[in-house]
Protein backbone atom coordinates (compact mmCIF):
# COMPACT_ATOMS: atom_id res chain seq x y z
CA UNK A 1 0.00 0.00 0.00
CA UNK A 2 1.38 3.49 -0.72
CA UNK A 3 2.45 5.79 2.19
CA UNK A 4 0.56 8.60 0.47
CA UNK A 5 -3.13 6.49 0.75
CA UNK A 6 -2.31 5.78 4.40
CA UNK A 7 -1.57 9.50 5.33
CA UNK A 8 -4.85 10.56 3.22
CA UNK A 9 -6.55 8.59 5.21
CA UNK A 10 -5.24 9.68 8.70
CA UNK A 11 -5.87 13.40 7.47
CA UNK A 12 -9.61 12.01 6.35
CA UNK A 13 -9.99 10.09 9.70
CA UNK A 14 -8.58 13.37 12.02
CA UNK A 15 -11.33 15.84 10.22
CA UNK A 16 -13.55 13.43 10.26
CA UNK A 17 -14.36 12.35 13.76
CA UNK A 18 -14.56 16.06 14.40
CA UNK A 19 -17.23 16.65 11.46
CA UNK A 20 -19.18 13.00 13.25
CA UNK A 21 -18.72 15.41 16.62
CA UNK A 22 -19.92 18.65 15.04
CA UNK A 23 -22.69 16.95 13.36
CA UNK A 24 -24.22 14.97 16.29
CA UNK A 25 -23.94 18.71 18.59
CA UNK A 26 -25.58 20.37 15.59
CA UNK A 27 -28.74 17.69 15.47
CA UNK A 28 -28.77 17.83 19.52
CA UNK A 29 -29.01 21.16 19.27
CA UNK A 30 -32.04 21.51 16.86
CA UNK A 31 -34.07 17.89 18.26
CA UNK A 32 -32.82 17.83 21.68
CA UNK A 33 -33.52 13.97 21.19
CA UNK A 34 -30.83 11.17 22.12
CA UNK A 35 -32.27 8.83 19.36
CA UNK A 36 -31.79 11.19 16.27
CA UNK A 37 -28.07 12.25 18.04
CA UNK A 38 -27.40 8.63 17.44
CA UNK A 39 -28.80 8.43 14.27
CA UNK A 40 -26.52 11.24 13.33
CA UNK A 41 -23.99 9.75 14.48
CA UNK A 42 -24.58 6.08 13.08
CA UNK A 43 -25.21 7.31 9.87
CA UNK A 44 -21.96 9.97 9.56
CA UNK A 45 -19.77 7.32 11.04
CA UNK A 46 -20.99 5.01 8.08
CA UNK A 47 -19.93 7.64 5.55
CA UNK A 48 -16.63 8.44 7.14
CA UNK A 49 -15.69 4.74 7.49
CA UNK A 50 -17.15 4.06 3.43
CA UNK A 51 -14.44 7.02 2.21
CA UNK A 52 -11.68 5.64 4.49
CA UNK A 53 -12.29 2.46 2.98
CA UNK A 54 -12.27 3.78 -0.85
CA UNK A 55 -9.30 6.04 0.23
CA UNK A 56 -7.15 3.55 1.28
CA UNK A 57 -7.85 1.04 -1.66
CA UNK A 58 -9.37 2.87 -5.05
CA UNK A 59 -9.70 6.28 -5.52
CA UNK A 60 -7.08 7.54 -7.47
CA UNK A 61 -4.94 10.10 -5.94
CA UNK A 62 -5.73 13.43 -6.97
CA UNK A 63 -9.70 12.63 -5.91
CA UNK A 64 -8.65 11.08 -2.68
CA UNK A 65 -6.66 14.62 -2.03
CA UNK A 66 -9.85 16.19 -3.29
CA UNK A 67 -11.92 14.28 -0.42
CA UNK A 68 -9.69 15.25 2.17
CA UNK A 69 -9.36 18.59 1.76
CA UNK A 70 -13.12 19.11 0.45
CA UNK A 71 -13.69 17.43 4.25
CA UNK A 72 -11.08 19.71 6.21
CA UNK A 73 -12.94 22.67 3.94
CA UNK A 74 -15.76 22.01 6.18
CA UNK A 75 -14.58 21.17 9.44
CA UNK A 76 -12.92 24.63 9.74
CA UNK A 77 -15.47 26.27 8.48
CA UNK A 78 -18.25 24.73 10.92
CA UNK A 79 -15.79 25.18 13.71
CA UNK A 80 -15.46 29.34 12.51
CA UNK A 81 -19.15 29.72 12.05
CA UNK A 82 -20.37 27.71 14.80
Do not use: H, I, N, Y
Not at 29 to 35: A, Q, V
Not at 46 to 55: E, I, P, T
Request: positive net charge.
Amino acid sequence: MESWRLFATALLVAAGLVLVLVAMAKVRDRTGRGSSVAVAGAVSMALLALLCLLVLTVLPQPVAWGAVLVVGAAVSVLLLVG
